[in-house]
Protein backbone atom coordinates (compact mmCIF):
# COMPACT_ATOMS: atom_id res chain seq x y z
CA UNK A 1 0.00 0.00 0.00
CA UNK A 2 1.49 3.59 -0.86
CA UNK A 3 0.36 6.66 0.52
CA UNK A 4 0.83 10.15 -1.77
CA UNK A 5 1.66 13.27 -0.10
CA UNK A 6 2.64 16.31 -1.66
CA UNK A 7 3.88 19.46 0.58
CA UNK A 8 4.45 23.12 -0.86
CA UNK A 9 4.12 22.37 -4.17
CA UNK A 10 4.83 25.05 -7.00
CA UNK A 11 5.28 25.37 -10.57
CA UNK A 12 6.23 28.93 -12.28
CA UNK A 13 6.84 29.07 -15.88
CA UNK A 14 7.32 32.89 -15.47
CA UNK A 15 7.07 35.77 -12.65
CA UNK A 16 3.72 36.07 -14.49
CA UNK A 17 2.40 32.63 -14.96
CA UNK A 18 2.66 30.27 -11.53
CA UNK A 19 -0.26 27.60 -12.67
CA UNK A 20 0.68 26.12 -8.81
CA UNK A 21 1.59 28.73 -5.86
CA UNK A 22 1.59 26.64 -2.72
CA UNK A 23 -0.44 23.05 -2.20
CA UNK A 24 -0.11 20.74 -0.05
CA UNK A 25 -2.51 17.84 -0.23
CA UNK A 26 -2.42 13.87 1.15
CA UNK A 27 -3.94 11.06 -0.41
CA UNK A 28 -4.68 7.57 1.31
CA UNK A 29 -4.47 4.15 0.28
CA UNK A 30 -7.99 3.87 -0.25
CA UNK A 31 -9.23 7.33 -0.88
CA UNK A 32 -10.41 9.32 -4.72
CA UNK A 33 -9.11 12.58 -4.11
CA UNK A 34 -10.82 14.70 -7.13
CA UNK A 35 -9.11 17.91 -8.44
CA UNK A 36 -11.91 20.52 -9.01
CA UNK A 37 -11.67 23.78 -10.80
CA UNK A 38 -12.28 26.02 -13.56
CA UNK A 39 -9.76 26.21 -16.47
CA UNK A 40 -6.54 27.42 -15.36
CA UNK A 41 -6.65 26.58 -11.59
CA UNK A 42 -3.80 24.65 -11.71
CA UNK A 43 -5.36 20.86 -11.60
CA UNK A 44 -3.80 19.64 -14.98
CA UNK A 45 -0.32 20.99 -13.49
CA UNK A 46 -0.77 18.99 -10.38
CA UNK A 47 -1.48 15.77 -11.67
CA UNK A 48 1.21 16.38 -14.56
CA UNK A 49 3.80 17.32 -11.70
CA UNK A 50 3.00 14.35 -9.48
CA UNK A 51 3.59 11.71 -12.63
CA UNK A 52 6.68 13.38 -13.32
CA UNK A 53 5.76 14.95 -16.63
CA UNK A 54 6.70 18.00 -15.45
CA UNK A 55 9.40 18.94 -12.36
CA UNK A 56 8.42 20.95 -9.59
CA UNK A 57 9.80 24.62 -9.38
CA UNK A 58 9.83 24.06 -5.35
CA UNK A 59 7.92 20.93 -3.00
CA UNK A 60 8.41 17.37 -2.40
CA UNK A 61 6.34 14.74 -3.60
CA UNK A 62 6.15 11.36 -1.89
CA UNK A 63 4.67 7.74 -2.39
CA UNK A 64 4.31 5.66 0.27
CA UNK A 65 7.52 7.72 2.33
CA UNK A 66 9.56 7.51 -1.00
CA UNK A 67 10.77 10.62 -2.64
CA UNK A 68 9.91 11.00 -5.91
CA UNK A 69 10.16 14.33 -6.82
CA UNK A 70 12.84 13.88 -9.18
CA UNK A 71 12.36 10.86 -10.40
CA UNK A 72 11.05 9.71 -14.04
CA UNK A 73 8.07 8.48 -14.76
CA UNK A 74 8.73 5.06 -15.33
CA UNK A 75 10.43 4.98 -12.01
CA UNK A 76 7.46 6.18 -9.96
CA UNK A 77 5.32 3.33 -10.57
CA UNK A 78 1.80 5.37 -11.24
CA UNK A 79 -0.33 4.66 -14.20
CA UNK A 80 -2.71 7.76 -15.88
CA UNK A 81 -5.46 7.79 -17.85
CA UNK A 82 -4.89 10.82 -20.58
CA UNK A 83 -8.49 13.02 -21.82
CA UNK A 84 -7.37 11.85 -25.37
CA UNK A 85 -7.13 8.30 -24.53
CA UNK A 86 -3.60 7.81 -26.02
CA UNK A 87 -3.79 4.24 -27.57
CA UNK A 88 -1.55 3.05 -30.18
CA UNK A 89 -3.56 2.93 -33.03
CA UNK A 90 -2.09 0.09 -34.70
CA UNK A 91 -2.24 -2.19 -32.23
CA UNK A 92 -5.49 -4.17 -30.74
CA UNK A 93 -6.97 -3.97 -28.01
CA UNK A 94 -4.66 -6.83 -25.98
CA UNK A 95 -1.85 -5.11 -26.96
CA UNK A 96 -2.98 -1.87 -26.03
CA UNK A 97 -3.56 -3.46 -22.99
CA UNK A 98 -0.69 -5.43 -22.73
CA UNK A 99 1.69 -2.62 -23.87
CA UNK A 100 3.21 -1.30 -20.49
CA UNK A 101 3.74 -4.73 -19.09
CA UNK A 102 6.10 -5.72 -21.81
CA UNK A 103 7.81 -2.74 -21.89
CA UNK A 104 8.86 -4.09 -17.99
CA UNK A 105 9.39 -7.62 -19.30
CA UNK A 106 6.71 -8.89 -17.41
CA UNK A 107 6.67 -12.87 -17.78
CA UNK A 108 4.18 -13.91 -20.81
CA UNK A 109 1.49 -16.06 -18.79
CA UNK A 110 1.39 -13.37 -15.91
CA UNK A 111 0.68 -10.39 -18.62
CA UNK A 112 -2.08 -12.92 -20.17
CA UNK A 113 -3.80 -12.84 -16.40
CA UNK A 114 -3.75 -9.60 -15.84
CA UNK A 115 -4.77 -8.75 -19.24
CA UNK A 116 -7.84 -10.98 -19.01
CA UNK A 117 -8.95 -9.98 -15.20
CA UNK A 118 -8.67 -6.17 -17.06
CA UNK A 119 -10.72 -6.90 -19.66
CA UNK A 120 -13.58 -9.06 -17.67
CA UNK A 121 -13.92 -6.50 -15.35
CA UNK A 122 -14.90 -3.91 -17.62
CA UNK A 123 -16.06 -5.87 -20.29
CA UNK A 124 -13.73 -6.23 -23.07
CA UNK A 125 -13.58 -9.60 -23.66
CA UNK A 126 -15.29 -9.86 -26.94
CA UNK A 127 -13.17 -6.84 -28.53
CA UNK A 128 -9.84 -8.04 -27.37
CA UNK A 129 -8.56 -8.24 -31.02
CA UNK A 130 -10.50 -5.19 -32.40
CA UNK A 131 -7.98 -2.33 -33.07
CA UNK A 132 -9.08 1.70 -31.58
CA UNK A 133 -10.72 2.93 -34.50
CA UNK A 134 -12.93 0.31 -34.41
CA UNK A 135 -14.40 0.94 -31.32
CA UNK A 136 -16.70 3.76 -29.74
CA UNK A 137 -15.29 6.14 -27.58
CA UNK A 138 -16.54 4.83 -24.54
CA UNK A 139 -14.52 1.22 -25.45
CA UNK A 140 -11.46 2.87 -26.06
CA UNK A 141 -11.75 4.63 -22.45
CA UNK A 142 -12.22 1.81 -21.20
CA UNK A 143 -9.37 -0.03 -22.63
CA UNK A 144 -7.05 3.18 -21.12
CA UNK A 145 -8.91 2.27 -17.72
CA UNK A 146 -8.03 -1.09 -18.45
CA UNK A 147 -4.23 -0.74 -19.76
CA UNK A 148 -3.74 1.44 -16.43
CA UNK A 149 -4.90 -1.53 -14.10
CA UNK A 150 -3.09 -3.92 -15.63
CA UNK A 151 0.14 -2.20 -14.25
CA UNK A 152 -0.91 -2.91 -10.33
CA UNK A 153 0.73 0.71 -9.47
CA UNK A 154 0.75 2.75 -6.24
CA UNK A 155 -1.46 5.77 -7.46
CA UNK A 156 -3.45 6.13 -9.85
CA UNK A 157 -3.82 9.10 -12.04
CA UNK A 158 -6.91 10.51 -14.24
CA UNK A 159 -6.75 13.79 -16.17
CA UNK A 160 -10.45 14.68 -17.16
CA UNK A 161 -11.18 10.73 -18.53
CA UNK A 162 -14.91 11.50 -19.61
CA UNK A 163 -14.42 14.59 -20.86
CA UNK A 164 -14.42 13.64 -24.38
CA UNK A 165 -17.96 10.98 -24.14
CA UNK A 166 -21.66 12.17 -25.00
CA UNK A 167 -23.57 12.98 -21.74
CA UNK A 168 -25.37 9.18 -21.42
CA UNK A 169 -22.13 7.64 -22.11
CA UNK A 170 -20.13 9.53 -19.55
CA UNK A 171 -23.26 8.76 -16.65
CA UNK A 172 -22.43 5.11 -17.58
CA UNK A 173 -18.51 5.20 -17.69
CA UNK A 174 -18.75 7.11 -14.50
CA UNK A 175 -20.57 4.29 -12.81
CA UNK A 176 -18.20 1.66 -14.07
CA UNK A 177 -15.00 3.56 -12.74
CA UNK A 178 -16.38 4.30 -9.14
CA UNK A 179 -17.35 0.36 -8.83
CA UNK A 180 -13.26 -0.27 -10.23
CA UNK A 181 -11.69 2.11 -8.21
CA UNK A 182 -13.73 1.22 -4.99
CA UNK A 183 -11.73 -2.33 -5.23
CA UNK A 184 -8.42 -0.85 -6.03
CA UNK A 185 -7.36 0.64 -2.69
CA UNK A 186 -4.77 2.85 -3.91
CA UNK A 187 -4.64 6.52 -3.52
CA UNK A 188 -6.51 7.53 -6.86
CA UNK A 189 -5.77 11.76 -8.22
CA UNK A 190 -8.80 12.38 -10.48
CA UNK A 191 -9.13 15.66 -12.55
CA UNK A 192 -12.05 17.19 -13.70
CA UNK A 193 -14.23 20.47 -14.23
CA UNK A 194 -17.06 18.55 -13.98
CA UNK A 195 -18.61 18.93 -10.02
CA UNK A 196 -21.05 16.13 -10.98
CA UNK A 197 -17.52 13.88 -11.57
CA UNK A 198 -16.37 15.27 -8.30
CA UNK A 199 -19.32 14.60 -6.13
CA UNK A 200 -20.30 11.50 -7.33
CA UNK A 201 -16.95 9.81 -7.53
CA UNK A 202 -14.87 10.92 -4.82
CA UNK A 203 -14.39 10.84 -1.04
CA UNK A 204 -12.51 13.60 -0.64
CA UNK A 205 -12.38 16.88 -3.13
CA UNK A 206 -10.04 19.86 -3.42
CA UNK A 207 -11.65 22.89 -4.88
CA UNK A 208 -8.52 24.85 -7.03
CA UNK A 209 -8.58 28.82 -8.00
CA UNK A 210 -5.36 30.00 -9.18
CA UNK A 211 -3.02 27.76 -8.15
CA UNK A 212 -4.31 27.69 -4.51
CA UNK A 213 -6.77 24.68 -2.68
CA UNK A 214 -9.78 26.56 -1.72
CA UNK A 215 -11.12 23.91 0.26
CA UNK A 216 -10.11 20.44 1.00
CA UNK A 217 -12.95 18.20 2.53
CA UNK A 218 -15.96 15.50 1.69
CA UNK A 219 -18.17 16.22 -1.24
CA UNK A 220 -20.96 17.18 1.13
CA UNK A 221 -19.33 19.70 3.05
CA UNK A 222 -18.05 20.68 -0.21
CA UNK A 223 -21.93 21.14 -0.98
CA UNK A 224 -23.34 21.91 2.20
CA UNK A 225 -20.57 24.12 3.96
CA UNK A 226 -18.58 25.75 1.21
CA UNK A 227 -15.09 27.97 2.85
CA UNK A 228 -15.46 30.70 0.60
CA UNK A 229 -17.72 32.28 -1.84
CA UNK A 230 -15.82 30.64 -4.97
CA UNK A 231 -16.48 27.52 -3.63
CA UNK A 232 -20.04 28.72 -3.25
CA UNK A 233 -20.16 29.94 -6.42
CA UNK A 234 -18.21 27.11 -8.76
CA UNK A 235 -19.85 24.15 -7.12
CA UNK A 236 -23.97 23.70 -7.61
CA UNK A 237 -25.84 24.28 -10.13
CA UNK A 238 -28.26 26.20 -10.36
CA UNK A 239 -25.51 28.29 -8.82
CA UNK A 240 -26.01 29.41 -4.89
CA UNK A 241 -27.97 33.13 -4.84
CA UNK A 242 -24.85 35.28 -3.63
CA UNK A 243 -26.23 39.27 -2.77
CA UNK A 244 -24.23 41.44 -1.09
CA UNK A 245 -26.52 43.44 1.37
CA UNK A 246 -26.40 46.22 3.53
CA UNK A 247 -26.92 45.83 7.37
CA UNK A 248 -28.89 47.82 10.04
CA UNK A 249 -27.95 46.50 13.26
CA UNK A 250 -28.14 43.57 13.55
CA UNK A 251 -29.89 42.31 10.22
CA UNK A 252 -29.20 42.23 7.06
CA UNK A 253 -31.90 44.04 4.40
CA UNK A 254 -32.83 41.87 1.41
CA UNK A 255 -35.42 44.78 -0.13
CA UNK A 256 -37.89 45.18 2.14
CA UNK A 257 -37.01 42.52 4.63
CA UNK A 258 -34.83 42.21 7.31
CA UNK A 259 -32.73 38.51 7.74
CA UNK A 260 -31.12 38.14 10.96
CA UNK A 261 -27.70 38.07 10.84
CA UNK A 262 -25.56 35.38 12.75
CA UNK A 263 -23.63 35.65 16.06
CA UNK A 264 -20.63 37.18 14.95
CA UNK A 265 -18.69 39.43 17.21
CA UNK A 266 -19.15 42.46 14.86
CA UNK A 267 -21.83 44.04 12.80
CA UNK A 268 -20.86 44.69 9.68
CA UNK A 269 -22.06 47.67 7.34
CA UNK A 270 -22.10 44.99 4.03
CA UNK A 271 -22.40 41.12 4.29
CA UNK A 272 -22.95 38.68 1.17
CA UNK A 273 -25.93 36.17 1.69
CA UNK A 274 -25.80 32.87 0.48
CA UNK A 275 -28.88 30.02 0.00
CA UNK A 276 -29.00 27.89 -2.73
CA UNK A 277 -32.09 27.84 -5.03
CA UNK A 278 -33.21 24.43 -4.14
CA UNK A 279 -33.51 25.53 -0.37
CA UNK A 280 -35.74 28.52 -1.11
CA UNK A 281 -39.34 27.42 -0.21
CA UNK A 282 -42.69 28.53 -1.34
CA UNK A 283 -43.89 29.91 2.18
CA UNK A 284 -46.01 28.18 4.24
CA UNK A 285 -47.45 29.48 7.17
CA UNK A 286 -44.99 27.61 9.72
CA UNK A 287 -42.49 29.83 7.97
CA UNK A 288 -41.19 32.58 10.08
CA UNK A 289 -38.20 34.16 7.46
CA UNK A 290 -40.18 35.11 4.14
CA UNK A 291 -39.72 37.81 1.79
CA UNK A 292 -42.25 39.04 -1.70
CA UNK A 293 -41.14 39.54 -5.02
CA UNK A 294 -42.27 39.31 -8.76
CA UNK A 295 -41.44 36.53 -10.52
CA UNK A 296 -40.04 37.90 -13.49
CA UNK A 297 -38.40 34.23 -15.56
CA UNK A 298 -39.74 30.95 -15.29
CA UNK A 299 -37.11 27.92 -17.02
CA UNK A 300 -38.73 24.23 -17.20
CA UNK A 301 -36.14 22.15 -16.01
CA UNK A 302 -37.78 18.99 -16.70
CA UNK A 303 -38.70 18.02 -12.81
CA UNK A 304 -38.07 21.39 -11.47
CA UNK A 305 -38.79 24.98 -12.37
CA UNK A 306 -36.35 27.36 -11.71
CA UNK A 307 -37.94 30.94 -11.18
CA UNK A 308 -36.22 34.42 -10.69
CA UNK A 309 -37.59 36.65 -7.94
CA UNK A 310 -37.03 40.32 -8.27
CA UNK A 311 -37.65 41.00 -4.29
CA UNK A 312 -40.26 43.50 -3.60
CA UNK A 313 -38.27 46.82 -2.56
CA UNK A 314 -35.51 46.39 -4.10
CA UNK A 315 -34.39 48.74 -7.08
CA UNK A 316 -35.01 47.64 -11.02
CA UNK A 317 -32.94 44.37 -11.38
CA UNK A 318 -30.99 44.67 -7.85
CA UNK A 319 -31.67 42.14 -6.39
CA UNK A 320 -33.18 38.77 -7.69
CA UNK A 321 -33.54 35.63 -5.97
CA UNK A 322 -33.39 32.21 -7.59
CA UNK A 323 -35.48 29.42 -6.85
CA UNK A 324 -35.83 25.92 -7.81
CA UNK A 325 -39.42 23.92 -7.45
CA UNK A 326 -40.89 20.85 -7.95
CA UNK A 327 -43.38 20.95 -11.10
CA UNK A 328 -46.28 20.06 -9.44
CA UNK A 329 -45.90 23.46 -7.05
CA UNK A 330 -48.20 26.04 -8.08
CA UNK A 331 -47.66 30.15 -7.76
CA UNK A 332 -48.99 33.53 -7.97
CA UNK A 333 -47.16 34.50 -11.55
CA UNK A 334 -48.01 37.98 -10.29
CA UNK A 335 -46.51 37.81 -6.94
CA UNK A 336 -45.16 35.01 -4.55
CA UNK A 337 -43.92 34.93 -1.16
CA UNK A 338 -40.97 32.67 -0.55
CA UNK A 339 -39.53 31.17 2.83
CA UNK A 340 -35.57 31.62 3.73
CA UNK A 341 -34.66 28.27 5.81
CA UNK A 342 -31.86 29.49 8.65
CA UNK A 343 -30.15 26.31 8.99
CA UNK A 344 -29.26 26.55 4.91
CA UNK A 345 -28.46 30.39 4.78
CA UNK A 346 -24.86 31.32 4.14
CA UNK A 347 -22.89 34.42 5.41
CA UNK A 348 -19.78 35.43 3.59
CA UNK A 349 -16.98 38.27 4.26
CA UNK A 350 -17.26 41.27 1.94
CA UNK A 351 -13.78 41.63 2.01
CA UNK A 352 -11.91 38.70 2.08
CA UNK A 353 -15.07 36.33 0.64
CA UNK A 354 -14.37 33.76 3.58
CA UNK A 355 -17.65 31.74 5.01
CA UNK A 356 -18.21 33.87 8.62
CA UNK A 357 -19.91 31.58 10.84
CA UNK A 358 -17.26 29.00 10.53
CA UNK A 359 -14.28 31.51 10.55
CA UNK A 360 -16.49 32.43 13.85
CA UNK A 361 -16.45 28.58 15.23
CA UNK A 362 -12.29 28.68 14.71
CA UNK A 363 -11.94 31.66 16.37
CA UNK A 364 -13.37 30.33 19.38
CA UNK A 365 -12.42 26.51 19.14
CA UNK A 366 -14.99 25.61 17.80
Known amino acids: MAKLEIRNLNKTYTPKVIPVKDVSLTVEDDEFLTLLGPSGCGKST ?173 PSRIYNNPANLFVAGFVGSPQMNLLTLNCQGRYAMLGDFRVHLPDIPTSPSQIVFGIRPENVRVAAAEYPHTIKGRVILTENLGMNYLISVRVRGSQADSIILRALLPTDQSWNEEEITLALPPQFIHWFDVQTGDDIVSRQKLAVGG
Open 46 to 218: ILRLIAGLEAPTRGRITIGNRDVTNLPPGDRNIAMVFQSYALYPHMTVYDNIASGLKLKKTPTEEIKGRVAEAARSLGLEELMNRKPGQMSGGQRQRVALARALVRNPDVFLLDEPLSNLDALLREKVRAEIKQLFAEQRVPVVYVTHDQTEAMTLSTKVAVLNKGLVQQLDA
